[in-house]
Nanobody, 119 residues
Framework: QVQLVESGGGLVQAGGSLRLSCAAS????????MAWYRQPPGKQRELVAI???????NYADSVKGRFTISRDNANNTMFLQMNRLKHEDTAVYYC?????????????WGQGTQVTVSS
């Protein structure tokens, strides 16, 4: 099938930066939108940013101006550059992709990568 693998999480001080990556592999026909979600401790999963196949982007208000989402269609990869990190950005970050497999589209999730911001 299709696998999404995130990388780049870790521990960083407030004000610092991290760059997350998401690599898609497997039986991929094409990929529509890709997105980053996060789930803070004890809270529900929330949308962080989304990027269309042609590069259109949208962000949660809480990360506008600090995070930048991008993708490399040739390599089925997506990125999230996170700058000026805050303690409240601490969460497990998940990659999500709308992938065409054979004749239909399906949503796939990665396993998540932990981002911890110390205050």
């Amino acid at each position: 099938q299709v696998q999404l693998v995130e990388s780049g999480g870790g521990l960083v001080q407030a004000g610092g930066s991290l760059r997350l990556s998401c690599a898609a592999s497997g039986n991929i026909g094409s990929i529509n939108a890709m997105a980053w979600y996060r789930q803070p401790p004890g809270k529900q999963r929330e949308l962080v940013a989304i990027v269309s196949r042609i590069g259109g982007t949208n962000y949660a208000d809480s990360v506008k101006g600090r995070f930048t989402i991008s993708r490399d269609n040739a390599n089925n990869t997506m990125f999230l550059q996170m700058n000026r990190l805050k303690h409240e950005d601490t969460a497990v970050y998940y990659c999500n992709a709308d992938v065409r497999v054979s004749a239909a589209y399906y949503y796939f999730w990665g396993q998540g990568t932990q981002v911890t911001v110390s205050s």
